[in-house]
């Protein structure tokens, strides 16, 4: 089965540091056609590039003053990722416990890279990250389904609306995972990130064990031992990286009983609410779907609608999808599919789900359902349960406004390590985390490194 995520990106620097592309990874990904399925059966292809010409003609047809801005918009939203790819380096605080020595200087040095954006960027970043994807767009462009087409990116993954106060954070935040609108996909995609990494464990003298499900998280007198596996086996070590969700490696691995109280409570309390299904479908290769991301999200309010089932505790009847293909292979990226069915059971709506999935696809894509050969699907249940997320949340924690920044995972706690000495996190639900970067890792490796 292909990963959960349709394409896979370390941070550049990352790649750098660990000499990657020695051990085979291509990082060539060219920029990919973003194309969103319009409510008339047309549909509006993009290309995240300031100058394309092909995107500026698509979008003058829609509107010429959009057009006339694409170019702007573009060049800002570049400018934005690149300050929250710093803000991501830079390890947060434990506020209110700020040492000037060790966390003063990183912060200044981000300060300043806020100013010298200028006063107009500076001003539009710091606003546009409370800002809904609606209020974002609108600012730019007139259009509905460019704004709406844009919007799509902002609400991926998280269980937020396009009316939601902070899609302009998530917006910015995965145009940076992406490298724009659409997935680029490098020379053996995630597949290949995977073998690139392996290789370079083995070479620096590592050991990777896929058959080893941990079951505890080991501590003696708040101090990490070690880890004992599902086997029963006991593997002592002196330090402990976790990279699953921060509930499940504290509640599920460490334990309460080992925690403080109200560290306990604060991780309880971390909102996860995933909303999140994927479908992966075989076909005859007739499917006749364009390359690139395709995303059915036709208006502003079509979006906003299919975020409105999560409430009430329903799957979305019209969803927000995300297509990408290979081949004869498509992937689809189902929201809303709430965690917390209200009146019904995963393991009975399966069938609804791909139904829904499929039609959906189909009203913009006729040839696809003739084209079916398999469907695989996976709920947010099965994510929870085969792939060890809580809830189903593939960022390991909402990318909402309490939890980012110096609050993720937990206020007081986003320097990555925890109340037992030794064991410290470095998964998505950290700062920098959500998607493909290895951002969180990276900051993790140097506060182990500092001890």
């Given at each position: 089965m292909p990963g959960l995520h349709p394409a896979g990106q370390l941070r550049p620097a990352i790649v750098k540091q660990l000499d990657l592309a020695r051990h085979g990874l291509a990082t060539s990904a060219a920029d990919a056609a973003y194309v969103s399925a319009l409510a008339d059966g047309g549909s509006l292809q993009l290309v995240s590039s300031a100058n394309d010409v092909a995107t500026i003609a698509a979008i003058r047809r829609l509107s010429p003053r959009d057009a006339g801005r694409w170019p702007e918009f573009v060049g800002f939203m570049n400018r934005a990722a690149a300050f929250l790819d710093a803000a991501y380096s830079t390890t947060m605080p434990r506020l209110p416990k700020v040492e000037l020595r060790a966390d003063g200087l990183p912060l200044a040095s981000l300060a300043l890279k806020l100013r010298r954006m200028g006063g107009k960027d500076m001003f539009r970043v710091m606003r546009s990250l409370s800002m809904s994807a609606v209020e974002f767009t609108e600012e730019w462009f007139e259009s509905e389904p460019l704004n709406a087409a844009i919007a799509g990116v902002a609400i991926h993954g998280v269980t937020?609306?396009?009316?939601?106060?902070?899609?302009?954070?998530t917006l910015?935040?995965?145009?940076?995972?992406?490298?724009?609108?659409?997935?680029?996909?490098?020379?053996?995609?995630?597949?290949?990130?995977t073998d690139a990494l392996v290789k370079a464990v083995h070479a620096n003298g590592g050991e990777i064990r896929t058959d080893a499900d941990v079951a505890q998280i080991l501590v003696e007198h708040?101090?990490?031992?070690?880890?004992?596996?599902?086997?029963?086996?006991?593997?002592?070590?002196?330090?402990?990286?976790?990279?699953?969700?921060?509930?499940?490696?504290?509640?599920?691995?460490?334990?309460?009983?080992e925690l403080p109280p109200e560290f306990?409570?604060?991780?309880?309390?971390?909102?996860?609410?995933?909303s999140v299904a994927k479908l992966f479908v075989q076909t005859d290769g007739r499917h006749g779907l364009p390359?690139?991301?395709?995303?059915?999200?036709?208006?502003?309010?079509?979006?906003?609608?299919?975020y409105d089932s999560t409430k009430y505790g329903e799957m979305s009847q019209d969803p927000y999808l995300e297509v990408t293909t290979s081949g004869a292979d498509v992937m689809i990226h189902f929201q809303f599919a709430t965690y917390a069915l209200r009146n019904a059971d995963w393991g009975l709506m399966r069938p609804?789900?791909?139904?829904?999935?499929?039609d959906t696809l189909t009203l913009h894509f006729p040839a696809?359902?003739?084209s079916i050969q398999s469907v695989q699907s996976?709920?947010?249940?099965?994510?929870?349960?085969t792939w060890g997320l809580t809830e189903g949340d593939l960022n390991h924690g909402q990318l909402i406004l309490d939890q980012i920044f110096f609050m993720r995972p937990l206020p007081g706690w986003s320097n990555h390590r925890t109340p037992i000495d030794g064991l410290y996190l470095c998964g998505s639900g950290l700062h920098g985390g959500g998607g493909i970067s290895g951002t969180p890792g990276r900051n993790a490796a140097r506060a182990v490194l500092r001890g």
């Open positions: 937020l609306g396009s009316m939601s106060a902070g899609t302009g954070f910015i935040h995965n145009w940076l995972n992406r490298g724009g609108l659409a997935h680029r996909t490098a020379p053996g995609g995630p597949q290949g990130l708040q101090r990490v031992i070690g880890v004992r596996l599902a086997s029963g086996e006991e593997i002592k070590a002196s330090t402990v990286v976790s990279s699953a969700d921060p509930r499940r490696t504290l509640l599920g691995l460490v334990g309460a009983p306990v409570w604060q991780t309880q309390s971390i909102r996860m609410r995933g390359a690139g991301t395709v995303a059915i999200a036709p208006t502003l309010k079509y979006l906003e609608r299919a609804e789900l791909e139904k829904r999935a499929i696809f359902k003739g996976i709920t947010p249940v099965d994510l929870e349960q």
